[in-house]
């Protein structure tokens, strides 16, 4: 089993950064993948964002050129880091972690853009 820690999100202005963050323990060593999903209210759930710990990573483009993704293999932990934030960005922002097996999923953390 993996477990999944996320924290970071809140309130933020239009054209403001926030920084998620997502720890994993548990069976770590199998896993292959970490990255983000979101969901807006009455919408679905959307991948944002990819990474493996090669470090090959993959952005959604409607996130390109604002978010980064990145990890630390030492601390099992994937970071979401987010610029030039709007209202549309708006969402529960949701860690994922994927081994051979199965896909775990973070308890989802609220991030809130005010105009």
């Known amino acids: 089993q993996v477990q999944l820690v996320e924290s970071g999100g809140g309130l933020v202005q239009a054209g403001g950064s926030v920084r998620l963050s997502c720890a994993a323990s548990?069976?770590?060593?199998?896993?292959?993948?970490m990255g983000w999903y979101r969901q807006a209210p009455g919408k679905e759930r959307k991948l944002v964002a990819t990474?493996?710990?090669?470090?090959?990573?993959n952005l959604a483009d409607f996130v390109s050129g604002r978010f980064t993704i990145s990890g630390d293999n030492a601390k099992n932990t994937v970071y979401l880091q987010m610029n030039g934030l709007n209202p549309e960005d708006t969402a529960i922002y949701y860690c994922?972690?994927?081994?051979?097996?199965?896909?775990?999923w973070g308890q989802g953390t609220q991030v809130t853009v005010s105009s």
């Open positions: 990474t493996t710990w090669g470090g090959a990573s």
């Open positions: 994922y972690a994927r081994n051979l097996f199965k896909l775990y």
């Open positions: 548990g069976s770590v060593q199998g896993i292959a993948a």
